[in-house]
Antibody, heavy 117, light 107 residues
Framework: VQLVQSGGGVVPPGGSLRLSCVAS????????MHWIRQSPQKGLEWIAI????????NYADSVKGRFTVSRDNSRNSLYLELNSLRHDDTGMYFC???????????WGQGTLVTVSS | HSVLTQPPSVSAAPGQRVTISCSGT????VSWYQQIPGKVPKLLIY???ERPSGIPDRFSGSKSGTSATLDITGLQTGDEADYYC????????????FGGGTKVAVL
């Protein structure tokens, strides 16, 4: 199982960014996926979920209305669109595979998002 | 939303045992993660007490009432890391809550 992330970078406040996570080694289309972030020197914060078929999503209150999670099962890919970025969105963003609404058993390597003018 | 509370830090000598608590779990299943500094988090325990393959039995989880516990026995220097608990809330639409994390120091 492998999750390979891309798309991080430096963006000014109010800007946008798109993160990608390409999966391999498992039946991507069968699994719910998540995005989780970690601010510098701080703990883990769950931010978004998308069900196996992409039909249902949910978000943490801190990002609701600004971030959008999606997936393309034909490309084994998960996405996170980040809009209206703020300084406190700075951090490492991880994609993670859900083993059945009870644990994240595989994680991407992380991609750094820095919101700075 | 509920808050998961963990102690900021625990410590013990090599070979000893540490226990990390996670309160506020309600009736939800709990998972535990180890994050060595600079590394990606790793799943240690899911469904309160199940270990994924490859996780040594030195790591064990339990739950009683609205609190969960991660026990690490035979502590090793390689166990120095941050440990996080998490719960899934699926009442309306699933969301996940993480505890604040506990730093384990091996003295």
């Amino acid at each position: 199982v492998q999750l390979v992330q891309s798309g991080g970078g430096v963006v000014p406040p109010g800007g946008s960014l798109r993160l990608s996570c390409v999966a391999s080694g498992f039946a991507f289309e069968d699994y719910t996926m998540h995005w989780i972030r970690q601010s510098p020197q701080k703990g883990l914060e769950w931010i978004a979920i998308v069900t196996y078929d992409g039909d249902d999503t949910n978000y943490a209150d801190s990002v609701k209305g600004r971030f959008t999670v999606s997936r393309d099962n034909s490309r084994n890919s998960l996405y996170l669109e980040l809009n209206s970025l703020r300084h406190d969105d700075t951090g490492m963003y991880f994609c993670a595979k859900d083993i059945g609404l009870s644990g994240f058993d595989s994680w991407g390597q992380g991609t750094l998002v820095t919101v700075s003018s | 939303h509920s808050v998961l509370t963990q102690p900021p830090s625990v410590s013990a000598a090599p070979g000893q045992r540490v226990t990390i608590s996670c309160s506020g779990t309600g009736d939800k299943y709990v998972s535990w993660y180890q994050q060595i500094p600079g590394k990606v988090p790793k799943l240690l325990i899911y469904d309160n007490n199940e270990r994924p393959s490859g996780i040594p039995d030195r790591f064990s989880g339990s739950k009683s009432g609205t609190s969960a516990t991660l026990d690490i026995t035979g502590l090793q220097t390689g166990d120095e890391a941050d440990y996080y608990c998490a719960t899934w809330d699926s009442n309306l639409m699933t969301r996940v809550m993480f505890g604040g994390g506990t730093k384990v120091a091996v003295l």
